[in-house]
C-alpha cells in the first residue's frame, strides 16, 4: 500500500514538474526547494532552462570536425579515461569518448587553450553524459557551465583561492590557522573541487543530486559556501592530524568530497545557506568578476587578495546593515585610529580602541579590548543600532598610518576569534562615501553617522573645499558631515617620521674575508678606542650602528626577510638546548613583527658572531623553528621608534660599488629594548675590534 502511495506521489510530482518546465518558466522556484529526484527527461528540461540554454542552436556546427591538436593524444586518453569511470555497455562506450573527445576540442580550439593533464574541468562532463545529451546539447551545456560557473584564474595561486581562504578565515579562524602552520593553501586541495563543481571526486549520481539543486540557485558564488562546509564538516577530522605530514593532510582534504552520499546533498545545502546568511554582501560585490564572460580588466588593488589581514567590507554596507531590522549580518565597528583623529570625527556607532596602545602600554591595551567585548555583548543585548555579532574594524585608510591597527587585527586573528572583518578603504572611504550620497541628494537616513567627541555632527566638505548644504532643509542629508574632510586634512596628527639616514660606509672590504661590514676608511691612523669612546660616539669613521630615530618609519619598501621563509625548510630545534650552549652570550625573549602586524613569540639569541632568531612553534612547545642567522657584522643599522621605544628594526646588507645594500630588514617587540640593544651593539663592537686586529 505504502509503495503505491510512494508511486502516486511520485507521479504527482513528475507532472507538476513537467507543466512548470514546459511552461518556460526559468525563474525555477518549484526547483529550488526539491526534495525529490526528477526523472531523467524533467532533469534534461530543468538544467537546460537553469543554463539558458533551451532552444539554443548548434554550437558545433561551424567546426569541421578536425581532431589536429598538438595534445590530441592527450585528448582523446584522457576522454576514455572519463568514460571508464561511468558504467555504460560496450555500445555506448565508442559513441560517449567520440562526443567527449570533439567537445573538449572544440571548446580548446576556440577558446586558443591548450590542453594539460592537471585541468579538471573536464570531469564537468561526466553529470552531463548521464542525461544522454545530444553532442550539440552536450556541448552548449558545458560552455553554460565553464562561462558562468567556473571562476576566473582557477588555478594555482589564482585569485579565488585567495578569496576561499578569507572566507575560512572568517567562518573558522582555527582551522584556517592550523592550515596555514602547515602551509596548505586552498589550490592545493581545492583547485578540483572548484574546477569540476565536485565532478572531479563526487560520484556521477551524487554530482547530479547535487546540480539539481545547484544550478537552479543562479548564484556562481555557492560554489565557495559548499567548499566551506565541506572543510567544516571534517574540521574534527583536520584538527587531529598534526603529526601527520603536509602531503597526508591534502591528500586527505583532496578526497573529502567523495563522501559525500545523495542523501547528503540537502543538509549540504542548508549549513552552506546558513554560512552564507552570516556573511558580508561585500565578499560577491567586490569580486563580481571573477565570474562571467565579461572581459573588463580586473582593478589593480582589488586583484591582490593574497596580501589581505582579513576579509574586507565595505562602507556601504557597514552603514546599510545596521539599519536593517532582520536577521544578516550587522557590525560592530571598531576604529583604530589614534584618538585625536577619533576625537575630531568617528562613527557615531563606533567604539573606539587605540591601535597605538598595543606597544605603549600593554596592560591598558587588554583592558580597553576587554571592554570592547564587553561593549558588544551589552549592544547585542539591547538591540543597539550599534550592535553587531561581526567586528569590523576601520583605520584611517592611509596605509603608513593604519601599520598599528593591522597588529590589533592580527591579534584577534591569533586569538581565533571569528567574524572579523576590516573596512576597505578605512575613515576617508567613509568620509567619501558620504560625499557622493550628498551630492546624489539621498534621504536623511545617514545624517546623525559622523560625530566628534562633543557630540555635534561634523559636516562634510566637497573636493573643492566647498561645503554642501540641503536645500530646503538646513539640516538635511546635504548637512551630514559638512567639512569633515577639510577638519581633518588640517588637524591630522603628524605621522610622517624622519629617517635615518644609513651607516656610511665609504671603504673596500678586505678580500680574504667572506663577509662585508663598515670598514675604517684607510687614512684614519690605527689608535686603540677604549669602550667608553664607543658609546654615542663615532667607532674608527663609522656611526654608531644603533640610533634612535624622531618617530623612524618602516620602510615597507626594502625586504622583509620574514616573509621569504618556508616554514617546511626551516630547521626546528630544541629553546633549551639551543639557550644552554656555550657560545650564546645573550638570550633575549621578544616577538617577532612582520609587515601585516602579525606577531610570533620568539627568542633572540647573540653568540660572538651571529644573531639568530628561533619562533616558537605554538603546536610544539619548548620547539622553535630557526627563523633567521644573521652574522652581527652585517647589522647596517638598528632603529627604535621614540614613540615606540620596544618596537626595534635591525636592518642587514653588505657593501658594493653604489654603497649600502639592504638585503633584509627584521623587526622584534623586545621588553627592556635599551638593555637588549646595548648588549647587541657592544657583541657589534666586539667583531669590528677583532676583525681589524686580525
Keep these: ?143 553554460a557551465i565553464m562561462n558562468k560557473y567556473i571562476p576566473r584564474d582557477c588555478v594555482p595561486n589564482g585569485r579565488p583561492f585567495h578569496l576561499y581562504r578569507l572566507l575560512l578565515q572568517y567562518h573558522e579562524p582555527e582551522l584556517c590557522s592550523f592550515l596555514d602552520t602547515k602551509k596548505i593553501t586552498p589550490d592545493s586541495y581545492a583547485i578540483s573541487w572548484m574546477g569540476s563543481l565536485f565532478s572531479s571526486h563526487c560520484l556521477p549520481d551524487v554530482t547530479q543530486v547535487l546540480w539539481d539543486s545547484y544550478l537552479p540557485q543562479s548564484d556562481p558564488f555557492f560554489i565557495f559556501f559548499l567548499m566551506l562546509i565541506i572543510l567544516v564538516n571534517a574540521k574534527e577530522s583536520i584538527l587531529t592530524q598534526e603529526g601527520d605530514s603536509k602531503e597526508d593532510i591534502i591528500k586527505m ?12 546533498i540537502e543538509d549540504l545545502f542548508s549549513l552552506a545557506q546558513y554560512y ?73 556607532t563606533a ?34 543600532i550599534a550592535s553587531g555579532e561581526h567586528l569590523c574594524f576601520m583605520g584611517s585608510g592611509r596605509e603608513e598610518e593604519d601599520m598599528y591597527m593591522n597588529m590589533v587585527l592580527a591579534h584577534f586573528l591569533q586569538k581565533n576569534k571569528e567574524y572579523v572583518s576590516i573596512a576597505k578603504g578605512g575613515f576617508m572611504a567613509l568620509q567619501q562615501h558620504l560625499v557622493d550620497m550628498n551630492v546624489e541628494g539621498l534621504d536623511s537616513s545617514y545624517v546623525h553617522w559622523i560625530v566628534s567627541t562633543s557630540g555635534s555632527h561634523s559636516s562634510l566638505s566637497s573636493a ?6 540641503s536645500p530646503g532643509d538646513g539640516k538635511g542629508v546635504k548637512s551630514l558631515v559638512n567639512k569633515m574632510t577639510f577638519a581633518l586634512k588640517s588637524k591630522s596628527v603628524n605621522v610622517k617620521e624622519k629617517m635615518i639616514s644609513f651607516i656610511e660606509n665609504t671603504s673596500t672590504p678586505v678580500d680574504r674575508m667572506s663577509f662585508n661590514l663598515p670598514w675604517p676608511e684607510k687614512v684614519i691612523p690605527d689608535r686603540h678606542v ?12 663609522v656611526k654608531p650602528v644603533f640610533s634612535i630615530g624622531d618617530e623612524e618609519e618602516y620602510d615597507t619598501d626594502e625586504i622583509d626577510s620574514s616573509s621569504m621563509s618556508d616554514d617546511d625548510r626551516k630547521e626546528i630545534v630544541n629553546i633549551q638546548t639551543w639557550m644552554n650552549k656555550p657560545d650564546v ?41 630557526i627563523q633567521s642567522r644573521q652574522a652581527l657584522n652585517s647589522v647596517v643599522k638598528i632603529t627604535s621608534k621614540k614613540k615606540h621605544p620596544e618596537l626595534i628594526t635591525f636592518k642587514f646588507g653588505s657593501n658594493n660599488s653604489a654603497g649600502v645594500e639592504i638585503s633584509a630588514v627584521e623587526r622584534y617587540l623586545i621588553p627592556n629594548a635599551g638593555d637588549a640593544t646595548k648588549v647587541i651593539k657592544q657583541q657589534i663592537m666586539k667583531v669590528l675590534d677583532a676583525l681589524e686586529s686580525s
Design 1 to 143: 500500500m505504502a509503495d503505491v502511495v510512494e508511486e502516486a506521489l511520485q507521479g504527482s510530482w513528475n507532472q507538476d514538474l513537467a507543466e512548470a518546465l514546459d511552461s518556460g518558466s526559468s525563474d525555477m522556484e518549484m526547483e529550488k526547494g526539491i526534495i525529490q529526484e526528477p526523472s531523467a527527461q524533467h532533469k534534461v528540461k530543468m538544467w537546460k532552462i537553469a543554463l539558458n540554454v533551451s532552444g539554443k542552436g548548434d554550437s558545433l556546427s561551424p567546426w569541421d570536425g578536425v581532431l589536429d591538436l598538438p595534445e590530441q593524444t592527450l585528448i582523446h586518453n584522457r576522454s576514455r579515461q572519463l568514460i571508464d569511470q561511468l558504467e555504460v555497455s560496450e555500445e555506448e562506450r565508442s559513441d560517449m569518448v567520440s562526443d567527449v573527445e570533439s567537445v573538449i576540442t572544440f571548446y580548446c580550439k576556440s577558446r586558443n587553450i591548450t590542453f594539460t593533464p592537471e585541468l579538471s574541468w573536464p570531469h564537468l562532463l561526466k553529470p552531463l553524459l548521464g542525461l544522454q545529451l545530444p553532442r550539440s546539447d552536450l556541448y552548449n551545456c558545458f560552455y
Design 253 to 264: 582534504l583532496e578526497a573529502s568530497p567523495s563522501l559525500l552520499e545523495s542523501e547528503d
Design 276 to 348: 552564507q546568511s552570516k556573511t558580508p554582501l561585500s565578499l560577491r560585490k567586490m569580486n563580481q568578476n571573477l565570474f562571467g564572460s565579461s572581459l573588463v580588466a580586473l582593478k589593480e588593488e582589488d586583484t591582490d587578495l593574497s596580501q589581505a589581514l582579513c576579509l574586507p567590507v565595505s562602507v556601504p554596507e557597514i552603514l546599510q546593515a545596521n539599519q536593517q531590522q532582520q536577521d544578516g549580518v550587522r557590525f560592530f565597528v571598531v576604529d583604530c585610529r589614534p584618538a585625536e583623529q577619533y576625537n575630531a570625527g568617528h562613527l557615531s
Design 351 to 384: 567604539f573606539h580602541l587605540d591601535s597605538d596602545l598595543m606597544l605603549q602600554n600593554p596592560s591598558e591595551f587588554a583592558l580597553s579590548v576587554k571592554s570592547l567585548l564587553e561593549a558588544q555583548k551589552q549592544s547585542l543585548e539591547s538591540g543597539s
Design 464 to 469: 573643492d573645499g566647498d561645503s554642501l548644504s
Design 530 to 541: 677604549s669602550s667608553s669612546d664607543r658609546v654615542g660616539k663615532p667607532y674608527r669613521g
Design 585 to 625: 652570550k645573550h638570550h633575549i625573549l621578544c616577538n617577532e613583527v612582520k609587515e601585516t602586524g602579525h606577531m610570533f613569540p620568539s627568542h633572540l639569541l647573540i653568540t660572538a658572531t651571529h644573531m639568530y632568531c628561533l619562533r616558537e612553534i605554538a603546536s610544539r612547545k619548548g620547539f622553535a623553528y
